[in-house]
């Protein structure tokens, strides 16, 4: 049998390749899993161009406001990293998620797939801070909206150190099933490096050139503040890394993205290190957009290690 998926918000593809698998990441093998991408799109051309220079089959570069349900095969899952933006909540009773602006709200294009398309399962994922979004109001009100659309619905924040990931990243991930019994079957992947994080000196490279170091300005102008502010974020090499973002295009001293301290020096990820922090295989492609652009969709990515276990997990309930 082979479960056939559709991807929105599908970025470079960190959710796709985990749902995939077939792939390799420090000296393991991510099994294939057998499943079928049928329709992938995101409306950022960068994401898009290394998407597209890694998978076979093809994305589209679109809206998905603008995707109709005509436009998507049918399938078997729904995928959704949507963007994590925040919620309106304006004093209702009872309160209702973006009243004012349902179309802004991509969530609901998950919902509005899932009632037309009724697929039978659908994966959603979003930042920690989701949980606490508008007081705690925002997080329920999307779980009543999945339940609405048609589906039992399970949550869980999952941490990628935890399962073999050189980083610590926080995630919500939330299913959903169309089918009680698959509902019940289904329980989220259990940590697997609790105890032995891999630290993240296991991912980083040798001879990195001049470019990637702070200048001595920079340096000095961060530890004049040092003392009153939280900068310099320099990791331990020997614990997994803080949660990278779509910022390292931009990253600086004076902010708090994780930074490297090596020999007296500061130095920001290289691209490629980034993509290894979020456990992206060496035979990656990233080299097709900017170096702005690859840290971008990298940072934005969900870690397909983390993705491949949760599939895992889910590929597990339709075999057994
Ligand atoms: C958290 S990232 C998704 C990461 C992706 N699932 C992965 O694992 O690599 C959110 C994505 O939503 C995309 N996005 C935001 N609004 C969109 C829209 N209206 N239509 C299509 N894509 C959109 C952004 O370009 C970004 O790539």
Known sequence: MTLNVTSFFCGCGGMDLGIQGNFNYLKNFYKKHPTKIVYAADFDSYATTIYNNNFSHKCETKDVRKVSDKDIPAHDILLGGFPCQSFSIVAQNPPRLGIKDEKGQLFFEMCRILQTKKPRFFIAENVKGLLSANKKKAFPLIIKHFEESGYFVKWKLLNSADFGVPQKRERVFILGFKNEKDYQKFSFPEAITKENHVPLKTVLQDNIIEKYYF?????????????????????????????????????????????????????????????NIQSFPDDFHLESVSENRQYRAIGNAVPPVLMWHVSNSLMDIITT
């Open 215 to 275: 200048s001595d300005r920079a340096v000095e102008g961060m530890k004049r503040v040092q003392h009153k502010m939280n900068k310099g974020r320099s990791q331990n090499i020997e614990l997994p890394c803080n949660t990278i973002s779509a910022h390292l295009s931009k990253v600086s001293l004076n902010s708090t993205d994780p930074v490297l301290l090596e020999d007296g020096k500061y130095r920001r990820f290289t691209p490629r290190e980034a993509a």
